[in-house]
């Protein structure tokens, strides 16, 4: 059987309402979202990375500050963002599309690895490990599925979040999620990029791990239960809730 191509789709803009212009804010030396690409590239089950931004000249920025790596750009609607994602994988004939945003350079590679081979060995519409802390998953899709959605999804938040429309149909879809074999007191880390406190602890994270290839959520852990007094930097700062939406996002 032919593997399915397997394009990974990182979205990434200079607009943001908490944390303005965060994708080029520097993480050992390098943009926040440049170090997010560089896990997408090393996804062994990744055939070719694509970043898909706003067609907007300030997003032009984000293209300048990658362009030694060897990835494609897709360029779509700004608040269309599950119009950007269909047409990004549409245009580079994407069986399999791993969704991952700009503001997670905790995206762990080994588990994005374990999701697309499970997505693939089940044949799912929708796969997603359970209990990663946030930030550190990938969403992988079908393009069966992105398209339906795409085409059928016509709610507000449909079109913001590229995937509720799948989740919301369980019984039209075939959605997968997978335990993760870590700790479950692990699961309320934030490893995202949303706030202040989140870049702080994410700088600090990456000064002592980065050494010149992304580095395993295990080593990650690892040094803050060796540093606990870093949990505490963005562990007031909650999540904001998607309106109108209940359906729980990886």
Do not use: W
């Not at 390098?30 to 300030?58: F, G, N, T």
């Not at 997670?104 to 590679?109: C, K």
């Not at 699961?187 to 602890?201: G, I, K, M, P, Q």
């Amino acid at each position: 059987m032919t593997k399915p191509r397997v394009v990974a789709i990182v979205q990434a803009r200079m607009a943001s309402t908490r944390l303005s212009g965060k994708a080029l804010l520097p993480l050992a030396g390098k943009p926040i979202v440049y170090r997010v690409l560089e896990r997408a590239m090393s996804i062994p089950s990744v055939d070719c990375v694509v970043l898909a931004i706003p067609q907007k000249k300030e997003d032009e920025k984000i293209i300048e500050a990658v362009t030694d790596l060897s990835i494609s750009i897709f360029q779509g609607s700004e608040e269309n963002v599950l119009e950007r994602f269909y047409l990004a994988a549409e245009k580079f004939s994407a069986d399999i599309v791993v969704r991952i945003t700009a503001d997670n350079p905790f995206t762990d590679v080994e588990y994005g690895n374990e999701t697309v081979l499970c997505a693939i060995e089940n044949k799912s519409d929708l796969c997603a490990p359970l209990g990663l802390p946030l930030g550190c998953a990938v969403e992988v899709i079908s393009f069966a599925a992105l398209e339906i959605a795409h085409r059928l999804g016509h709610l507000p938040y449909h079109r913001e979040h590229v995937s509720p429309y799948i989740k919301e149909r369980p019984e039209e879809f075939s959605i997968v999620r997978f335990p993760v074999a870590i700790e479950p007191r692990y699961a309320s880390l934030r490893l995202t990029v949303d706030t202040e406190e989140d870049y702080r602890l994410a700088s600090l994270l990456y000064d002592a791990l980065y050494k010149g290839k992304p580095f395993p959520l295990q080593q990650t852990l690892s040094y803050l239960d060796a540093h606990p007094e870093l949990i505490e930097i963005n562990k007031h700062v909650a999540q904001r809730p998607m309106t109108h939406y209940s359906g729980g996002f990886t």
